[in-house]
């Protein structure tokens, strides 16, 4: 009975020099993921997640912020430009739609929008790719590659809720930075790193940066739940940390605490 015949080998590709192109061996492997933060409140979870990523090992981070997203960085977190710039590996102008970050063939493991604004997530769900960050993000959707929103809104209309079903349907994770009190944090750092947490979970980045939950049997092991509010008093009512408005006579508007303060605006 005879063999079956093999297949010849397939000749080498030549080089426009008539060369035959040399096989390299490929480097080692380094995770990329790229971190965004657009013009939502909540820049600290972007800056939690670039600091955490810095340090975890194999994990190459590239960086792209929306105008908006700057401003916010500076207004909450007084920190200038450079100093987010230094904690990437690269960094993106969020105008240059050309950068390695807007085409398929960039290996990248996934990408974060933290926070989301819901513009960018409108725009994500319509794939209206007008800046590098939106371009970025519809191409973790159509290579299937992990993308995770942190948006930042309250109260949600019908718009936003649809955009976020549409988004899913299209492979993204919406993931809400929700506190999580039943670990009992005791800091708005403990608050801001328990939502970090779950995104590197969602990006099986191995991390320390939130405590996790052992079942009910352990929770005497946590520590005590933070005060919300100050001392009580001897007449048993909580002490507020600020001095309320006292209203004039004949003034019949709500009395709003000094802290629960409104926002001027950027400019003022």
Known sequence: MNATPSAPAAAPVATADGAAPS???????????????????????????????????????????????????????????????????????????????????????????????????????????????????????????????????????????????????MGAIVCPPMPAFYLRPQTVADVVDASVARVLDLLDVPHTLAARWDGQGAAHELPRPARLHGPVGASGRTAPHHTERVPPPGDDRPVRPRSARRWPGHFV
Not at 99 to 110: N, V, Y
Not at 135 to 154: T, Y
């Open 23 to 169: 096989i390299q061996s490929a480097p080692v492997a380094v995770r990329r993921i790229i971190v965004a933060i657009s013009g939502a409140s909540g820049a600290v979870y972007g800056v939690r997640l670039l600091q955490t990523l810095r340090a975890a090992p194999g994990v190459q981070t590239h960086l792209v912020v929306s105008d908006a997203g700057w401003r916010n960085v500076a207004q909450e977190q007084g920190m200038a430009r450079a100093e987010v710039e230094a904690l990437a590996h690269q960094v993106h102008d969020v105008r240059n739609v050309g950068a390695s970050i807007a085409s398929g063939s960039f290996q990248c493991s996934g990408m974060v929008i933290a926070p989301c604004s819901m513009r960018t997530l409108a725009a994500v769900a319509h794939g209206l790719a007008d800046n590098l960050l939106i371009r970025a993000a519809d191409v973790m959707l159509k290579e299937r590659r992990k993308l995770v929103l942190m948006v930042r809104e309250s109260p949600l209309h019908l718009g936003h809720l649809r955009n976020m079903v549409s988004v899913t349907e």
